[in-house]
């Protein structure tokens, strides 16, 4: 099963012209541009009922909803044959959208324990917009599908709008990079090396404070040659008070850095 070349693009957001489609058609263009035929989705136009956790559980064996859900029906067969897929998500309150989770949800429940996504290529966004919180806690839903689907996903990109202009850059790159394995299925050989690779990827690992402290830098590195130099100078005493042990401390400096930030960032937009 598979449609070689072929890389999927599904747009997790209500918002069909936002930057979750912005970034995923980011990376379609990339995958177009390193060979690969492309499609996108919005999910906003195929909205996945939400599972019912049908008793007795058939849907596993028959491979199909027992309920009427042509939008899962019509979203599963595209992700079942595709030869690549890239996933976007808006965060919302530092997780995934509802129209995502519904589809994870349902897909676990029908295809997960025969597993017949095994070894395809798959890629993950999440765009934190407003405050940015969330970059990395709203990916991870996406990585948990992707692993327990036992896909083998390359390294997903946490954006917001303090770094979406690099991000959409990177989101090209990694189309591309998706391209060159969307020619074929790669199955992980057991268990434990698909738990090694998911493991081994950036971002996903971090804690609550450390995906702060990667968005307050973020938020420095987007600041104009104008700003304070006080600013990001805290960001160095959030990490020597972070050595020294004093982890709350260290946090509240984080934040502080990150609403001067943030403020100095709004002045310019």
Not at 131 to 137: D, F, K, P, R
């Amino acid at each position: 099963m598979g449609t070689a070349g072929k890389v999927l693009g599904i747009v997790g957001s209500p918002n069909r012209e936002g930057r979750t489609n912005q970034l995923v058609a980011a990376a379609l263009d990339g995958a177009a541009r390193g060979g690969a035929s492309t499609e996108s989705i919005q999910l906003a136009d195929q909205v996945v009922a939400a599972c019912k956790d049908c008793l007795p559980w058939v849907c596993k064996d028959k491979q199909k909803c027992t309920y009427e859900d042509e939008a899962f029906e019509y979203l599963s067969w595209k992700i079942l044959n595709c030869g690549a897929l890239v996933v976007g998500t808006p965060v919302y309150w530092w997780d995934t959208s509802g129209l995502v989770k519904y589809l994870i949800l349902k897909m676990f429940r029908v295809y997960a324990r025969s597993g017949p996504l095994q070894g395809l290529p798959a890629f993950g966004i999440a765009i934190a917009g407003g405050t940015g919180n969330g970059l990395v806690s709203g990916l991870r839903p996406v990585y948990h599908f992707f692993q327990m689907m036992q896909m083998r996903a390359i390294e997903p990109l946490p954006a917001t709008r303090f770094n979406f202009d690099a991000a959409v850059v990177q989101a090209g790159k990694l189309g591309e990079e998706l391209a060159a394995l969307a020619d074929r299925r790669r199955p992980f050989k057991n268990l434990e090396e698909r738990l090694l690779w998911y493991d081994a990827l950036p971002y996903l690992s971090l804690s609550r404070a450390a995906e702060r402290n990667l968005l307050a830098d973020l938020v420095i590195q987007a600041l104009p040659a104008s700003a304070d130099p006080a600013i990001a100078s805290g960001l160095a005493r959030a990490q020597a008070l972070a050595a020294a042990g004093k982890a709350l401390e260290s946090s509240i400096e984080v934040t502080r850095v990150y609403e001067a930030g943030a403020k100095a960032f709004e002045g310019q937009h």
